[in-house]
């Protein structure tokens, strides 16, 4: 039988039981257990696939048929990861075309994009074809349809990464992030892509701070490059990057009051006490009333947590003199 790329249920379609070149196969129904509490509906074209697919499993056949058996089962469940597992041992048996098998799995995704078996099945074949020329271009289209969309970013960096594809990419994240720069998932993509190449040297963190701020300071509410920035901070301290410091300083002088800048004035005086301990009262008094602008007025959701962390520097640093 010809492999159809629909979802739905061809005009033509025959049960296996009702194949000819099937019926030597004895079909294995589903066993749920002499007492089962919900049993499923299955529709008859369901059911019968499946009992052809478990007969396969207990036989281990691998054979053309086969394939064409795991594609209507996948056809009905995209989810099963053991029809997939099976197709693939039925491939590399067959030592079957892997670019046609490249090009289902391609439409197969753009129906189910957010299936984790589709993604782990393009991987392999990828793997095995040795040839990621398709992937990258690939997953941008997935991306350009759903920019958060967590198994084309699993993808996208195992390619990379396998591949060494890293030239170009941060082009690439950079596009993305301008053209939304409420994306979440471009800005830990940058952090994937300098992490393994050219690190974060105190150069490269100088620069990130600069491209970080550019950001920040057309939306000083977008949480993503406020995290960024503090991830790249951590490399070293706030204290090695005094162009943070003083940039929090003039947003909150102007009268800017994002909780992401609250927070990170917050971590600037933390750092402070931690190396001056208790002599340092003036960034205590500081981060008190950062936390408590925080509680009361700025993120008040977590009131009771900006409290937590005002009292415990309280307790922590203040001097008994």
Known sequence: MAESSSDSEPEDYILYRDRDEWNDVVPVEQDDGPSSIVSIAYSEQFKDVYDYFRAILRTGEKSRRVLALTFDAIRMNPANYTVWHYRRLVLKELDADLNAELDYITKTIKSHPKNYQVWYHRQVIVKWLADPSQELQFTAFILSKDSKNYHAWQHRQWVIQHFSLWEGELAYVDKLIQDDIRNNSAWNQRYFVVANTTEFSTEVISQEIKYTIGVISKAKNNESPWNYLRGVVSFNSYADNPSVLEYCNSLYESKCRSPHLLSMLVDICEESLKLNQSSDQINLDKALKYCAE????????????????????EAKYRSAS
């Open 294 to 313: 925080l509680a009361m007025e700025y993120d008040t959701i977590r009131c009771a947590y900006w409290t937590f962390v005002g009292d415990n520097l």
